[in-house]
């Protein structure tokens, strides 16, 4: 049973990441995107990770993309007004990404060999437990990401300030 | 699976969302005679006696009527929007406890069709999920009206649902859970007895800061009057539902009666107690468990269809925001008044330890 799921779940999750690259129209590439995030929340659900799914799905289906739909339907995006990327931007953007999947190819052929810490403990993915973990063990990470995110912050603000003597 | 375990929820499913579809219907009903009411004239009065029948008249209305689709390059999701926007109003409703447990045959049932412990950031999720139904049926109408109104929701939605989540932390910090059964069972009666004074254990006497902003922002989730900009007809013709019509118009402003029910369920059960009331020790011990349980759940309903009725009344009383009032009071006044909120029970947790 389990074993469908997750290959149920993997089917949508990799079907919506290929139609989100491959989408002509930018919105219908966002809403792919929104079902991928859906499939990988089911993931974490089957790994007994709730709360993760939840906040994954509130944070990044909830938020982010709303905020990405919203600013691409202001957006004139016709083919007419579209603007081209020259040949050469095109082939470094191929290489690149070339370079990264030789990567990503060259990691997981050495997957096998890790040791992945299983746990059957089934509460490692509650809150209580995962509150604990956070605020414990990984203080000093969590307390400056949220440093790092306030200085994100300060930055947008900043560069949405009118200067002094600049109208509108 | 257990066969019972089956029917019980079934049964307990099946029953929320015709109570559901029941108090949206008759809502819809309330609100056009609260606003004969308000604005001094008859109101609804020809369909059966004392206009009762006037819902399945706006029912067969809506279902007769022309179901035009406009010229747009995305019918799918044009037909798609009013879909998700009544589904994500009705999911909700599966999390919210309508009572305690009552003994059927043998059974304890509880009244909920599920408890899970994460109750409050499932709302949340499928809250913030549900502006997608709006966005992408103003987007695919093809109609700059709507695609504003569209823009307008989604912007609305995402900055309340920042100071909504902050003022529900404070009550989060108190009672310790997420969980909807546990915040209505800490709830429990109507006084407190067991602290040195004796205080109201309904957590809106403890958390009133908290209280209000929840209510602000669950009026603009629900975009009711004062904040129902997406659908400003003096600006935006009908919002993003200008090119709807038929059903799918009916889905959305059915959606919305929907959401009116369950946010006022919600603010029952977090801040008014839930099915909890008055002396329900007592009932409990004279009348038993199904008896002080079936009060529990008529007292749930009237805390649901007061909540109801004071989005109505607001509805009538207030005139709508600008938009940059609007935005001003969810980032200038709200959000720090929350986290000013948290900050104060932070230090009153930690100073009487409790």
Redesign the interface.
Known sequence: MTLYVFLFLSFVAIFCALMTVLSKNP?HSV?YL?GCFFAIAGHYMLLNA??LA??H??VY???IM??F??TL??MNLNDETEQHKPAVAKISAVIASGLLMLVLVAVLKKADNLQVPLTQEISIG??KVLGKVLLDEYLFPFEFSSVLFLSAMIGAVLLTKKEKGQTA | MDIGFLIEKSAVILVVFGITMLVALYSTFGERIFASYFQDRLGPNRAGPGGILQPLADGVKMFTKEDFIPDTPNKFLFIFGPFLFMTTALITSSVIPWGDTLMVFGRIVKLQAADINIAILFVFGVVSIGVYGIMLGGWASNNKFSLLGAVRASSQMISYEVAMGLSIIAILMMTGTLSLRSIVDQQHGFIDWSGSIPWFSWNVFKQPIAFLVFLICAFAETNRTPFDLPECEAELIGGYHTEYSSMKLGFFLFAEYINMFISSALIAIIFFGGFNYPGMDWAFRTLGMNGAALIGVGVMFVKTLFGIFFYMWVRWTVPRFRYDQLMNLGWKILIPVSIFNIVATGAVILLTGK
Do not use: Y
């Open positions: 919105i809403i929104i709730e709360f939840i906040v799905i509130i289906a909830g938020a709303v905020l739909l919203s339907m202001l509650t809150i």
